[in-house]
């Protein structure tokens, strides 16, 4: 366990034989395959270069950072450039340190000017890191003539505190990609697609709107599909699809692609009672893959299955079967799916590498590099969780064959060892196991019972039900004829599975709330002005005295339906810049004695009251949790008071949100820091850096694990480790962010809580 402030003991990892193996048989297969999937070799050998210490792997960067020195970078000098061709810069590297990064950049000279990129997360495993070559831009937004680049140079920035640590860099190449992912859709649909090819290890180029280059890829995937894509897109699409180019178009009804794949999406579809919430791919298209992904959503443009398509995977119905519509299409010229990409869950993950495999079978060696390094300790490991699996990966990676199977192999083998690492340190008794239900009130009496006793069997004794969105009811009131459940009957039937109800409040952000309620609030200017420039979204104003009153009384409410606890969430503002509406001058004139005279100038960015203004909005989130801690103290039941907040407390504090003030003036029970992690190192680092501001015993702390979290998130293993960290620094407990099918049917079976405690 790193201790904070101190430098980092590292030991120097001799790569085991069986990755050694693979590594070498994969790497034979790419600098032998001719086209495709090709790596060149930059480093090693690596240049001598200064702060940099030889190792058997390549090198170690080790770093020191001060309070004030925020960086550390070492220059790599790259001789002759990348060659003519490439499309990423691949890092293959692992990075253990005492405090997670604020980031680690990577910046190419060419021609006399830098161009930096950010790759995916980097953490204590060995991993290859793609970052395509497009990524590097200048300051300008311009990209990078890679083959004329001179420099390589590497930076990790500090959080805003002491940080020591070492990155191991064992080895540079470029790439030559099968796969691109195209720079068009909304952003945030282009961000999630990156993620989960990122997440599944699958190696892609970016490739420009235009779409000229279309055709230098196997598969050139569309993370969602413009009506209109652009004058000169429709020819070199067709083209590329005569070479033989697949696409994978998410969430499109375009006539174009329609025809380039020979596949006719569908009506859009609306939710009519409660989103979709999970696919089930069809297992046999997909060589015997049949675990479910999970992704949710209220509204689809399914495909169909035409002539020589077929459905590679359906949307669950409710009772949990495959239902007739369709997730994913598959033609001989690519694939159609309803939605944009889902989150990088593990089921996801694998989902999209077997359709991948389709159009470009090569792929595995990359699949089974990516999988074994990984899990390269846990395949040597004696004695080993499940000895028959570790087998089945040696025997795969020794004869060259169905490398494909090794990812879910090596899943097979970390589900295995998963319970008994949960186990490794004694759980605490009447630990909290908790898990966040954002559909709490969408469930029928019936879902819930079976979902009750499922959580019960799992060793899962309470809930956050999401019952309020800025003091609004999300549950049906209580009603003999309805199959909706109201909050009092989920109480009742949770307590017969002994599980405790906790309401979970979403106190000052609007999202999700009926249109009418919103329209109403902001009727009476009840809403968040934001500062020019940032924000925009719904949320309630904290400074006005009329919002303040509404959700103090609201949560009431909730403690007179019986609850265990009020739990409250968003309980911060949506932008540091906070709000600038009429009763907030007001209120801050009045508060303050300062006289603002520019508005909103004054107050925000640098403007002469900034400080006072934050201080000030800060106070009106404080003074609202005292007031709810009040009113829910004062109830005649005593119920826990909760909150999820930011597990950064300099981000939690720059949104308002003192959750280290919350529980030295003793408000609030229980603390639930949103830890949302995918390296078990990181989350207990991050984990120590929250109990530094938390004394022992003055608050339970119950730290959330973000296992659907739309971040990458831990599987099984990886959160019964985390579940681990917590049980060794003795907290009260953990909890799930969020209650859906992959917690249900995959994690917690693995993780066997009931048998670590009870
Ligand atoms: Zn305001």
Known sequence: MPTPGKPMKTTERIIGPLLALALAAAEATAETSGAGYETFPVFPPFPDVAGATGSPQGVGLDFNLSATQSRAFWDFPVNGGLPIGATSLEIEASLVADAIPAGISIHLRSG???????????????????????????????????????????????????????LDLHAVRA??????IAELGEPVFLDRCRALFDRAGIPYADLDASLQDAGAFEIVVFPQFPANPGIGTAQPLRNASRKGTAFFAFYTASPLLSEVLGINPGEWLQASSGPWTAIAPDAKRLGGFAEIVPHETGNLIPPYEGPGAYAAGHWLERGGRAGRIPACVVSDRGAWFAHIAPHPTRPACEWMRRLCLKFSPDLAKAFAVSALMEDEALLEARPSPAPGLAEAVREAVARRSKLEEVPLLCAALRDAAAASAAASAAAPSNEWRCVWDTRAPGRTVASWRATLDKLADHGVNAVFAFAQIGGSPRFAPPSPSSSAISLERLVSEAAKAGVAVHAWMQVLALEGADRA??????AEDRLVVAPPGSGGAPWLCP????????????????????????????IRLENPGGCVCKASRAAFEKQTGL?????????????????????????SVTALVRDIADAVRGATNRVALSAAVFPDRRTALRLHQDWPGWVSAGWIDVLCPMNYELDPA????????????????????????GTHASVPGPDALAAARQIAACRRRGLAGFSFFYLDDLLLESILPALKLDDSAR
């Open 112 to 166: 006399g000017v830098w161009y930096d990129a950010t790759p995916p997360g980097l953490d204590g495993a060995r991993r290859r890191v793609g970052v395509p070559l497009r990524r590097f831009r200048d300051a300008a937004g311009a990209v990078c003539d890679a083959t004329r680049t001179e420099v390589l140079r590497i930076s990790i920035w500090s959080p805003g505190r002491p940080m020591s640590g070492r």
């Open 175 to 180: 790439r030559a990609d099968v796969v691109a």
């Open 517 to 522: 309620t919103i329209a109403a609030l902001q």
């Open 543 to 570: 400074d006005q005295a009329a919002n303040r009153q509404m959700l103090v009384a609201a949560a009431s409410q909730l403690v007179a339906h019986g609850v265990a606890g009020v739990h409250l969430d968003y």
């Open 595 to 619: 006289k603002p005279e520019a508005w909103p100038d004054d107050v925000v960015g640098e403007g002469r009251f900034a400080r006072d203004y934050q201080a000030f909005q800060t106070e």
């Open 682 to 705: 990181w989350f207990e680092v991050r984990l120590d850096e929250i109990l530094e501001v938390v004394p022992a015993g003055r608050v339970a702390v119950v730290p959330g694990i």
